[in-house]
T-cell receptor
Framework: GAVVSQHPSRVICKSGTSVKIECRSL??????MFWYRQFPKQSLMLMAT?????????EQGVEKDKFLINHASLTLSTLTVTSAHPEDSSFYIC???????????FGPGTRLTVL | AQSVTQLGSHVSVSEGALVLLRCNYS??????LFWYVQYPNQGLQLLLK??????LVKGINGFEAEFKKSETSFHLTKPSAHMSDAAEYFC??????????FGTGTRLTVIP
């Protein structure tokens, strides 16, 4: 149980375009979803936390208008990278949490490359 | 405040040797502690976690970790390294379900 999926696993886009990444909890209802960014050979950096039906809480330094997060249901959250630039290229990982388990379950990640 | 320190960004061991990855934490509340493993271009996989109870926690793939409150440590060990253990390992502390603080990670290399 407690499986989290991400789609797509890998995406390449042109500079200036927008990219949407989906995060789904497959077999449980996630009260909270988290979005992380990971640069090569570095740890995970929390970008934002979202609760179903409410606005996401962004970490300091993360641009809200650039990284749009929607948590429309208890099983789906999306991250949209708007007007992507090469510096947005990174590995994006989502996780889902639930009050039933005091831990987060991680998705497999999405590799974004902006040309 | 919570934080995690992983000593050694890179650890190399010979195949069959003991694996020891160090993790120290600070937490203002009783912590939940986690070790995750990340293989290249993949997400994080939970190895083991400590919540309450027995301080020696056994996880998957032969790994175990011991919670030592007096030392504020949660070191990860495996008696005999296997080539497939080569990966990045992250220690994390989670005072509640909404906050997970990661260490900077330790890359484990296994030498044949």
């Amino acid at each position: 149980g407690a499986v989290v999926s991400q789609h797509p696993s890998r995406v390449i886009c042109k500079s200036g375009t927008s990219v949407k990444i989906e995060c789904r909890s497959l077999d449980f209802q996630a009260t909270t979803m988290f979005w992380y960014r990971q640069f090569p050979k570095q740890s995970l950096m929390l970008m934002a936390t979202s609760n179903e039906g409410s606005k996401a809480t962004y970490e300091q330094g993360v641009e809200k208008d650039k990284f749009l997060i929607n948590h429309a249901s208890l099983t789906l959250s999306t991250l949209t990278v708007t007007s992507a630039h090469p510096e947005d290229s990174s590995f994006y990982i989502c996780s889902a949490g639930t009050r039933q388990y005091n831990e987060q379950f991680f998705g497999p990640g999405t590799r974004l490359t902006v040309l | 405040a919570q934080s995690v320190t992983q000593l050694g960004s890179h650890v190399s061991v010979s195949e069959g040797a003991l694996v020891l990855l160090r993790c120290n934490y600070s937490s203002s509340v009783p912590p939940y502690l986690f070790w995750y493993v990340q293989y290249p271009n993949q997400g994080l996989q939970l190895l083991l976690k400590y919540t309450t109870g027995a301080t020696l926690v056994k996880g998957i793939n032969g790994f175990e970790a011991e919670f030592k409150k007096s030392e504020t440590s949660f070191h990860l060990t495996k008696p005999s390294a296997h080539m497939s253990d080569a990966a990045e390992y992250f220690c994390a502390v989670n005072p509640d379900a909404n906050n997970l603080f990661f260490g900077t990670g330790t890359r484990l290399t296994v030498i044949p």
